[in-house]
């Protein structure tokens, strides 16, 4: 695995990011002594990304979901006592 020193890590930090993420990992050193390793990170297929309706079908709100609580909260908040 290539090592790169800190100093020239930031000069071809571009470059060595583009052939990190085509998986060509490397590892940035500081006066020879590894510090971090740097690795693509894997994308998840488009297929996998689904967030609106993750969970169609698996509860019911009901009818009245508007109302619910109506009475309680009408007795907390009554101010004819």
């Not at 790169?4 to 020879?32: N, R, T, W, Y």
Request: aromatic residues 6%; negative net charge; charged residues 25%.
């Amino acid at each position: 695995m290539r090592i790169v020193d800190i100093h020239d890590a930031k000069i071809h930090l571009s470059h060595l990011v583009d052939q990190a993420a085509k998986g060509e990992p490397f590892i940035i050193a500081k006066a020879g002594k590894p510090l971090v390793k740097v690795v693509s990170i894997e994308q998840p297929a488009s297929t996998q990304i689904q967030r609106i309706g993750f969970m169609a079908g698996q509860f019911s709100v009901p009818d009245d979901f508007d109302r619910m609580g109506d009475d309680e909260i009408g007795r907390l908040f009554d101010t004819n006592m």
